[in-house]
């Protein structure tokens, strides 16, 4: 049934109804626009505009609809426009005259809205959850290894050494930002668009602090054309999203990197990998590998919302319906995504002996060889071209730094002396750098205490 046939004479064809029509999609939030309508019908009835034995029908109907959705007992009526005609419709069947009665003082503008953004802040919600969860197993891991002795990278070359506590860590600081970004966005978008109409109010006494009260908004949105073309914050948590998703990519490509037969630093637990159908030694990070690939969707939807809006006149145009579906697959994709990375990474082993072999092996002291010898008094400058020499010595022979004898040590500088071993040792490097932020053990236990304190304050 079209909600809007009066003013129209021709039938129009199929393909224009499928074309035009949002149900396939916006029946995700049936439960949202049921949520509304509830809310607008109850203010309705306190503001005089309908009766309340009226108010009594819609509010039973609507609730009766609801139940039937859930249960499956009552299927979306395919040959409705959208989510908002299906209910209405749907409503008037079983109630009868005062369905007709549930528009009043509403326009579908005002209405998609709304849903939109209930539909988005319970995805919020939703996701702050799932990075809340992921920061709190990343937390754990870290506080177990904060002696776990790993290379730290640049350029992907082996730098400094550092500790798998402070890597993963990093990972922490991320996704706390996305964490708090979600937040922000959040309280940014909490205001109730409702009885903005089509786009210029209504004639009807409404009282939209209490519509905005009853739907946990910080109160009714300030500009009733705003109020129905904004989907600023459908390209927030898109752009939030995508910043989740790069993280969750960097973190991936790690564990790729990791997983792979020359690092071996990690061992991926059976679920989260998979075999060859031809390489019977073949256990592959498809997983990773699929969170890495996502990404880009999430990427394309963002793109995607971010063209869709930037031609369109005041108020609402067609087009944006056109925020649904991308943006609901990258809302899915994301929330998959967070909750496969957080179990994958959970069931991980880290091959902490490797880690440690791969640090031993490249060279990463040779930063604590040349302060070694500033300690003693040589310029940086030359203490860097001393060690480099060192260095190119210990490659010809395949050796480690701690590996040559006194005696190679002073034949390219006499300023060395039996000490440089214990200042070399990866342990020493590592437990040396203790300034805040750093991967020392003194540093580590300071930022483990702040981070669990503060994760556990969003609790609250
Ligand atoms: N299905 C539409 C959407 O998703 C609902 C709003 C329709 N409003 C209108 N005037 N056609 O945006």
């Not at 197993?137 to 990278?153: E, K, R, W, Y």
């Not at 053990?441 to 483990?448: D, G, H, N, Q």
Request: some cysteine; charged content about 25%; aromatic content about 8%.
């Amino acid at each position: 049934m079209k909600l809007w046939g009066g003013r129209f004479t021709k039938e129009e064809n199929e393909l224009v109804n499928s074309f035009n029509a949002s149900l396939p999609f916006d029946r995700r939030f049936y439960r949202q626009d049921i949520r509304g309508s509830m809310a607008h019908v109850k203010m309705l009835k306190k503001q005089g505009i309908i009766s309340d034995p009226d108010a009594q029908a819609i509010t039973e109907g609507l609730m009766s609809i609801r139940r039937d959705l859930d249960e499956g007992t009552l299927s979306f009526d395919e040959t409705s426009e959208d989510i908002h005609s299906f209910i209405e419709a749907e409503l008037t069947k079983r109630i009868g005259e005062p369905g007709k009665r549930l528009h009043t003082g509403r326009s579908r503008n005002d209405q998609v809205a709304l849903d939109m953004k209930l539909y988005t802040r319970d995805e919020i919600d939703a996701l702050m959850e799932l990075l809340t969860g992921l920061l709190d197993v990343i937390l754990s891991i870290a506080d177990a290894n904060t002696d776990t002795i790993m290379p730290g990278f640049t350029h992907l070359q082996k730098a400094q050494p550092i500790t798998l506590s402070h890597h993963l860590m990093a990972y922490f600081e991320m996704f706390k930002r996305d964490w708090l970004r979600m937040k922000s966005i959040r309280e940014r978008m909490n205001t109730c668009p409702l009885g903005s109409g089509a786009l210029a109010g209504t004639t009807y006494p409404l009282d939209r602090e209490y519509t905005a009260s009853m739907l946990d908004f910080d109160g009714p949105t300030l500009n009733s054309i705003d109020g129905v073309s904004d989907r600023d914050y459908v390209i927030e948590l898109l752009s939030a999203m995508a910043t989740v998703m790069m993280h969750l990519s960097r973190f991936s490509e790690e564990f790729i990197i990791w997983n792979s037969n020359e690092y071996r630093f990690i061992d991926l637990d059976d679920a989260y990998s998979t075999g060859s159908s031809i390489m019977p030694q073949k256990k592959n990070p498809d997983i990773a590998e699929l969170v890495r690939g996502k990404t880009g969707r999430v990427y394309g939807a963002l793109t995607s919302m971010l063209v869709t809006m930037k031609g369109l006149p005041l108020a609402y145009n067609k087009d944006m319906q056109e925020d649904k579906e991308m943006f609901f697959d990258a809302v899915d994709t994301t929330k998959n995504c967070l909750k496969l990375f957080t179990d994958m990474l959970a069931s991980t082993r880290f091959n902490k002996k490797n880690m440690y072999k791969s640090a031993a092996g490249g060279f990463t002291n040779a930063t604590d060889a040349a302060d070694y010898l500033v300690g003693k008094g040589v310029p940086f400058r030359d203490a860097h071209s001393i060690v480099g020499r060192l260095v190119l010595l210990c490659e010809k022979r395949g050796i480690a730094l701690d590996e040559l004898t006194l005696e190679e040590y002073r034949s390219i500088s006499p300023v060395f002396d039996t000490d440089v071993y214990e200042a070399i040792k990866l342990e020493t490097c590592v437990m040396r750098r203790n300034t805040i932020g750093a991967p020392g053990p003194e540093a580590m236990k300071i930022t483990l205490e702040l981070e669990r304190k503060w994760l556990e304050s969003t609790q609250n």
